[in-house]
């Protein structure tokens, strides 16, 4: 893969080898397929594209300074998935199907697999959806699972450094008591109008208050929020809020290193007390956040001055990434190894 540029990888599509796919059909699972083809042939009345049956999850593989492949917190994927699936009554994915179908994606395409020492990684979209036909609302008797990975850098252009972020009244993401504690594709329908105005404004991201009363922190578009202060590491608790493995990786992480962990409801006004905030994911794993901006009543809340993430933040996304990269031991059994 000489054609590559690995450092300088943006985070998109990349065509590789091949993909993997399984069919529900019948009330089971059927075996897991290899592909080489980048199209799904799909019925026009499929109730994924009619009832937003589907569901997706986003997970990395690392190729460690010994050559080895690492995918980090395999399983966890493989659960939030089952958890999105009963969200929408998909039929779900057994762990042992998803595990095996995306160990087998990273081995067929191994020779995309960034090199170490490059800073990028191979990022996996497992995507669940209703391909059976229905016209009238309910669940589809059929499904597609499949897996197909590419090749990515920094989700955000500026890598692991503070970016600004605004606070938007204007969009919600989900509802309170809808879908947003799942990873399925209608939350980012909803999240696109709030984020390319953001961009356009010279923002990284929305940070979305809480789609009832406004008063609290939700989370950002495409990641979890996080504060620090006082040594605790703060982080919202919300029914509209998707569960990050990330979040839990540096929640456990955070308690670790001798900081006090709180997940509860965090109030607007507590942004001007937080020493560093940052966003979380695993796109990007930490995002530090240098200031977040309310055009609504004209106020920053300001994290970092000099352009440098807070010393929590740096401890916490370089442990992290040296897990991930097998640079430092995983006493957690988050790392698979790809045989």
């Not at 059909?25 to 042939?41: F, H, L, M, V």
């Not at 850098?153 to 692991?160: D, L, Q, R």
């Not at 920053?300 to 996304?317: A, I, Q, R």
């Amino acid at each position: 893969m000489s054609t590559i540029d690995w450092a300088n990888l943006g985070f998109g599509y990349m065509k590789t080898d091949f993909n993997v796919r399984c069919y529900y059909r019948n009330g089971k699972w059927g075996e897991i397929e290899a592909s080489d083809s980048e199209y799904i042939p799909l019925h026009i009345a499929a109730t994924a594209l009619h009832y937003g049956q589907e569901a997706f999850e986003g997970l990395k593989a690392f190729r460690g300074k010994d050559g080895q492949i690492r995918i980090f917190r395999l399983e966890d994927n493989a659960l939030r998935m089952q958890s999105s699936s009963r969200g929408i009554l998909m039929a779900e994915v057994p762990v042992d199907i998803f595990s095996n179908a995306v160990k087998k994606a990273v081995k067929l395409n191994e020779r995309f697999v960034p090199p170490y020492g490059s800073g990028a990684a191979l990022y996996i979209r497992p995507l669940l959806i209703g391909s059976g036909p229905q016209v009238g609302v309910r669940p589809a008797e059929e499904y597609l699972f499949l897996v197909f990975v590419t090749p990515v850098g920094p989700y955000f252009k500026a890598g692991f450094k503070p970016t600004p972020v605004m606070v938007t009244r204007e969009f919600d993401r989900a509802a309170p008591q809808g879908t947003g504690n799942i990873k399925v594709g209608g939350n980012y329908a909803a999240s696109l109008r709030a984020g390319v105005k953001a961009h356009a404004l010279g923002y990284s991201a929305v940070l979305y208050l809480d789609p009832k009363e406004k008063k609290y922190i939700d989370e950002c578009g495409p990641a979890n929020f996080y504060g620090i202060k006082n040594n605790c590491y703060i982080t919202p608790a919300s029914s509209s809020i998707l569960p990050s493995i990330t979040n839990k990786s540096l929640m456990q992480l955070a308690e670790d290193m001798g900081l006090t962990i709180e997940r509860r409801r965090v109030s607007f006004e507590e942004l001007a007390t937080f020493e560093e905030a940052g966003q979380c994911g695993t796109a990007a794993v930490i995002s530090p956040i240098e200031r977040i901006d309310d055009a609504d009543n004209g106020t920053s809340f300001v994290y970092s001055k000099d352009g440098e993430p807070g010393p929590v933040s740096k401890n916490l996304y370089q442990k992290l990434r040296a897990i991930q990269y097998g640079d430092d031991v995983d006493p957690y059994g988050w790392i698979t190894i790809v045989d």
